[in-house]
């Protein structure tokens, strides 16, 4: 089992910024990859970010130039900086891990983004 707990989210106006942590606690060792989603009302939950083991990152073309994920091995913590923030941001994001064969979620933190 892994356990995860976002923070950071908050109110910003359009250009500003916003740092995500979420810290894994539980079976840590078998984690593969780390990645953030976000989801709006009606809207499929879509991957955002993510970060392998082996520190392979990828992003969303919308997010590119704007977001950077990151680990800290040391404190099992995975990051998103959100700068230049636009309204089309605005949404809940999720933590994501996947352990094994196993996928876990945090519980989300809303992130609104005012024009």
């Known amino acids: 089992q892994v356990q995860l707990v976002e923070s950071g989210g908050g109110s910003v106006q359009a250009g500003g910024s916003l740092r995500l942590s979420c810290p894994a606690s539980g079976s840590i060792s078998s984690i593969n990859a780390m990645a953030w989603y976000r989801q709006t009302p009606g809207k499929q939950r879509e991957v955002v970010a993510s970060i392998t083991r082996y520190e392979r990152i990828s992003y969303a073309d919308s997010v590119k130039g704007r977001f950077t994920t990151s680990r800290d091995n040391a404190k099992n913590t995975v990051y998103l900086q959100m700068n230049s923030l636009k309204p089309e941001d605005a949404a809940v994001y999720y933590c994501?891990?996947?352990?094994?064969?196993?996928?876990?979620w945090g519980q989300g933190t809303q992130v609104t983004v005012s024009s």
């Open positions: 994501n891990v996947i352990a094994g064969s196993r996928w876990y």
